[in-house]
Structures are given as C-alpha cells and as structure tokens.
C-alpha cells in the first residue's frame, strides 16, 4: 500500500494561484503513476492530470489544459500541481492517487488516495 498526504488546499481569489503537494511513502515501488482527481458534492469524481514517475509523460484534464501542471520530484516522492488563472469553478476537494498501470484517466484504475485537501476559489 502506498500512503499519500496532500497538502496545499486553501481559499484564493480567482485568477489566482495555489500548488498542491502529494507525498507518498510506504510501498512507492509499486506506483508507476500518479494523479489528480476532484469532486465536488453530488458530483463524480473529475480527472484532473496524470503523470508517470518514469519518463514524466504527462497527462490533464480538458478543463484545466493551460492552466495547471502536474511535475513529480522522484528523489522526494513527492507530486505537485501547480494551479494558475483559478476559476470559482475549479472548487472542490482535490485528491491525489497512485496507479501501478502507469498512465490511466480512470479513477478505478488508481488503487491509493490521500484525504483531499479542499480548494476555494471566490469569485
């Protein structure tokens, strides 16, 4: 099992900015893949970016595309994601998870997930 704790959650105004940090420990050998999810109540659970430890192929969500980035530090297991230009429709809690099949979209695909950290935007 791998364990993740996200940090970086909080309020900021739109067209702000806020980065999200994902550590992961435990048995990171078997992640290959990481990513970012976030649902708002009521709602599924929304694809935001991927990326695979090896190689850093990255991959986001049409929603988010020029305006947030996924990067990984290898030597900390630690994932980021960078938010830029924020929309009041980017709120929601954000949850960071772990894949062995390297590069997936699919929430099912992802076997351990941190807590969520909320994100505010206001308007």
């Known amino acids: 099992q791998v364990q993740l704790v996200e940090s970086g959650g909080g309020l900021v105004q739109a067209g702000g900015s806020l980065r999200l940090s994902c550590a992961a420990s435990?048995?990171?050998?078997?992640?290959?893949?990481m990513g970012w999810f976030r649902q708002v109540p009521g709602k599924e659970r929304e694809f935001v970016a991927a990326?695979?430890?090896?190689?850093?192929?990255?991959y986001y969500g049409d929603s988010v595309k020029g305006r947030f980035t996924i990067s990984r530090d290898n030597a900390k297991n630690t994932v980021y994601l960078q938010m830029n230009s924020l929309k009041p429709e980017d709120t929601a809690v954000y949850y960071c998870?772990?894949?062995?099949?390297?590069?997936?979209?699919?929430?099912?695909?992802?076997?351990?997930w941190g807590q969520g950290t909320q994100v505010t935007v206001s308007s």
């Open positions: 435990g048995r990171t050998f078997t992640s290959d893949g």
């Open positions: 990326i695979r430890w090896s190689g850093g192929s990255t």
């Open positions: 998870a772990s894949t062995p099949l390297g590069f997936t979209v699919v929430a099912r695909h992802y076997n351990d």
